[in-house]
């Protein structure tokens, strides 16, 4: 397993695979390399390019070092697209799409952005719904209730509760409630859930956002505005296309941006 060392000394696990220009993917909350979507993502775009995928810090087999920071996890971005020659475009979806933007705003050696579905909510105007879920979320894990702080992620991203009670009952859970910590730290990212316009001011290369045709009108009204923001960017809608995008629908939109 290839590691990286990030400046803070956090240990950070990689995989490369395929030829051709730096991809980088960064996953969003609660997934990582053996549990999210970026590996299948990965097959269908290494003949085209070197595509990186990462654990980010506090999952699967990366570590972690408190204090959290946005600052880290920029650091550790910027540290695997030193490994992969000193520039790469950058993919990410939902919080991970934030973290990608607030490196991209930092001057990461980032050429290319791609961006599904920014969860920038408050601009959908539910800022009250926002403050309160951050609110319950650090009570749930000061408090070390690991596994409801997840089951709460999961009701505010939609999920029923009877599904989440249902799903508490499967092997799998002790997965997640293992990385609910980093709950709180895409949390941060998303700066209250607004686009930080101060940060896509800055960004001036080349840029995508992305949405499915049918996702949540909050969803696919965030990627507007986060396309809106950024002086680049152009905005794309994936026809039948969830927050769950299937990885053969996005691949052929992400070879051709950054292909182009």
């Known amino acids: 397993?290839?590691?990286?060392?990030?400046?803070?000394?956090?240990?950070?696990?990689?995989?490369?695979?395929?030829?051709?220009?730096?991809?980088v993917l960064v996953d969003g909350a609660m997934c990582y390399r053996?549990?999210?979507?970026?590996?299948?993502?990965?097959?269908?775009?290494?003949?085209?390019?070197?595509?990186?995928?990462?654990?980010?810090?506090?999952?699967?087999?990366?570590?972690?070092?408190?204090?959290?920071?946005?600052?880290?996890e920029i650091e550790d971005l910027q540290a695997l697209i030193a490994q992969a020659g000193g520039d790469a475009y950058v993919y990410g979806i939902s919080s991970g799409a934030a973290l990608a933007l607030t490196a991209a705003a930092a001057g990461s050696g980032i050429t290319k952005l791609a961006l599904y579905e920014p969860p920038f909510m408050a601009a959908t105007g539910d800022t009250d719904q926002?403050?309160?879920?951050?609110?319950?979320?650090?009570?749930?894990?000061?408090?070390?209730?690991k596994g409801d702080a997840v089951a709460l992620f999961m009701m505010r991203v939609g999920m029923p509760a009877q599904a989440v009670d249902n799903f508490r009952a499967q092997p799998g859970w002790a997965t997640l409630e293992a990385i609910a910590l980093t709950l709180a730290y895409d949390d941060e990212i998303l700066t209250g859930g607004r686009v930080p316009r101060d940060l896509t001011a800055k960004i001036t290369i080349p840029a995508i956002v992305l949405a499915g045709g049918a996702s949540p009108q909050s969803l696919q009204q965030a990627a507007k505005a986060t396309a809106n923001a950024l002086p680049t960017a152009e905005h794309q809608t994936i026809p039948d296309q969830t927050h769950d995008v299937a990885p053969d629908k996005l691949a052929p939109a992400l070879t051709e941006f950054f292909g182009a």
């Open 130 to 145: 926002i403050t309160e879920y951050t609110k319950q979320l650090h009570e749930l894990l000061d408090a070390d209730r």
């Open 1 to 23: 397993m290839p590691v990286i060392t990030s400046p803070d000394g956090t240990v950070i696990a990689y995989d490369r695979a395929g030829s051709g220009p730096a991809l």
């Open 34 to 72: 053996a549990a999210g979507p970026m590996r299948p993502l990965a097959a269908l775009l290494e003949n085209t390019f070197t595509v990186y995928t990462y654990d980010r810090r506090g999952r699967g087999e990366s570590s972690d070092t408190p204090p959290y920071a946005v600052a880290r």
